[in-house]
Structure formats: structure tokens, C-alpha cells
């Protein structure tokens, strides 16, 4: 039997802006800008951006859960997330502009050794945007 898969999706277009978007994503709107290299105003989070913010997001959220299933007093979860590219294959010179490794900093506050290791395990195998990144670059995790 096949498990059923669930679809996540978001839309995006151009406001009246240049280099400003606005996503919608289940009815709720957030504005995109893009870099100044591009054109963009910059005062919005950019899409690689917010990408790296979804990983750090994702991170917290599995370890919340993971918490509660497992019994785990967690005063507080926290995660920074970053990521090298080069910015000049954006700009249409011929670079990759593929992110070469990422790095995510998970910061838990009340377990012992023992348990934040099964919390960050948990973290790598539950946690959609790490899987798939980790299939296309390397992810450096690392405990605070």
C-alpha cells in the first residue's frame, strides 16, 4: 500500500515594484525582494533567503515535536542556517550558482547530551528541506 503524499505549493508574481514580489502561500502573503545585484530594493527577504530560513524553521519545529514525543523536557530550540554560493551566476555570468554546502547551528535548551543527539537525529531523518538538501549539497550540523 502507498502512502498518500502531501502537497505543499506557493505562487508568486511581481508587484507593481521592480524586483519586489509577493508569495502567497495558503491564502497568507509575504513580499520577496530581490538583491540589489539584481535590481531589487533589498528590504524584504530575498529567495535564497528564504530558503535558508525554511531549513532553520524546519529544524526547530521537528525538534519541538520530537520533544514531545519522546518525552524531553525543551525549554527552548533555536537554529541559525546559512549557505554558500556564488552570487555571479545569478547575475547571468558563467558560474554555477548552485549552493555548495550549507551549515545549520541547532542551539537546545534542557536536554542532556543523550537526548539532543535523538533530537538532532530526529531533525535529519524527519525534516523535508534537510533531506532534500542534503541530496544536493553537503549540510554541516553542528550543537551550540
Known amino acids: 500500500m502507498s502512502a498518500t503524499l502531501a502537497t505543499a505549493s506557493a ?14 502561500i495558503r491564502g497568507q502573503h509575504v513580499v520577496t525582494d530581490s538583491p540589489p545585484t539584481l ?14 530560513s525554511a531549513l532553520a524553521s524546519c529544524a526547530v519545529f521537528v525538534c519541538e515535536r520530537a ?7 525543551l525549554n527552548a530550540v533555536s537554529a ?12 547571468g555570468e558563467p558560474f554555477d550558482p548552485r ?20 533530537l538532532l537525529q530526529a531533525f535529519k531523518a524527519r525534516c523535508p528541506v534537510y533531506t532534500t538538501l542534503s541530496r544536493a549539497a553537503a549540510v ?5
Open 67 to 73: 520533544a514531545q514525543e519522546m518525552g524531553i523536557a
Open 11 to 24: 505562487s508568486c508574481r511581481l508587484s507593481n515594484e521592480p524586483g519586489r514580489a509577493l508569495l502567497t
Open 39 to 52: 535590481g531589487g530594493p533589498n528590504e524584504a527577504a530575498n529567495p535564497v533567503e528564504m530558503l535558508l
Open 99 to 118: 549552493f555548495q554546502g550549507f551549515k545549520v547551528r541547532l542551539t537546545l535548551d534542557g536536554p542532556n547530551e543523550a537526548q539532543s543527539e535523538a
Open 80 to 91: 541559525t542556517a546559512a549557505g554558500d554560493f556564488d552570487p555571479r551566476g545569478v547575475c
Open 140 to 144: 554541516e550540523v553542528t550543537m551550540a
